[in-house]
């Protein structure tokens, strides 16, 4: 069974405009959630986890994702778009012993 | 410094041969891993070591032998290559086996077999 889905393969925005990547989980107890970005030619960067405590969690550049135990929700977000935030993100999630992660989504920042 | 480094980054080699990739850390910790990001971009994990044991081996062909001579380092050989094989290879490390740690990625090894 898929640990997370990511339902849209490729997300496009303007910059300056808010952006929101969907993701969402499917896990019994409590998930592990990450959201990590990969830019072109390189490795995974980490942007921010949920583990336990406040629904809304900051991470690096700017970005921040909600937490919805209701929805199973774990989306990406970011008030103000900028270009060079285009990139391929992934959500993950820890569990039975490992990271399991979703197909990916394309974020693409025009002008 | 380069927290976690991959060598070589780009690997092309011929079905049937045999090609290693050597991976090291200089975070200080116990947990390593490899993972496949296949053309599709889909990212899956490979294997998984803690403090130089093996912890996950996730239905990888017997052509794949990791070995970690150290925490610090994870290498991955393997045999006998082929087309499906091509892909591009991640390391990453993580402070230890507790799945709330994030994971620290190389740069990868694009592995283009013909």
């Known amino acids: 069974a898929q640990s997370v889905a990511q339902p849209e393969d490729q997300v496009k925005v303007a910059e300056g405009n808010p952006l929101t990547v969907k993701c969402t989980y499917s896990?019994?107890?409590?998930?592990?959630l990450f959201w990590y970005v990969q830019y072109p030619n390189r490795g995974l960067q980490f942007l921010l986890k949920?583990?336990?405590?406040?629904?809304l969690v900051k991470g690096s550049y700017g970005f921040e994702a909600e937490f919805n135990k209701s929805q199973t929700s774990f989306h990406l977000k970011k008030p103000s778009a900028l270009v060079s935030d285009s990139a391929l993100y992934f959500c993950?999630?820890?569990?039975?012993?490992?990271?399991?992660f979703g197909t990916g989504t394309r974020l693409q920042v025009t002008l | 410094d380069t927290a976690v480094s991959q060598t070589p980054k780009y690997l092309v080699t011929q079905m049937g041969n045999d090609k290693s990739i050597k991976c090291e850390q200089n975070?200080?910790?116990?947990?390593m891993y490899w993972y496949k990001q296949d053309s599709k971009k889909f990212l899956k994990i490979m294997f998984s070591?803690?403090?130089?044991?093996?912890?996950i081996n996730e239905t990888v062909p017997n052509r794949f032998s990791p070995k970690s001579p150290d925490k610090a380092h994870l290498n991955l050989h393997i045999n006998s290559l082929e087309l499906g094989d091509s892909a591009v290879y991640f390391c990453?490390?993580?402070?230890?086996?507790?799945?709330?740690?994030?994971?620290?990625f190389g740069p990868g090894t694009r592995l283009t077999v013909t």
């Open positions: 990453a490390s993580s402070q230890g086996t507790w799945l709330g740690y994030e994971q620290y």
């Open positions: 896990v019994s107890g409590n998930p592990y």
């Open positions: 949920y583990i336990t405590g406040d629904n």
């Open positions: 993950a999630n820890g569990t039975a012993s490992k990271l399991t």
């Open positions: 975070l200080g910790h116990d947990t």
């Open positions: 070591y803690n403090n130089k044991e093996l912890i």
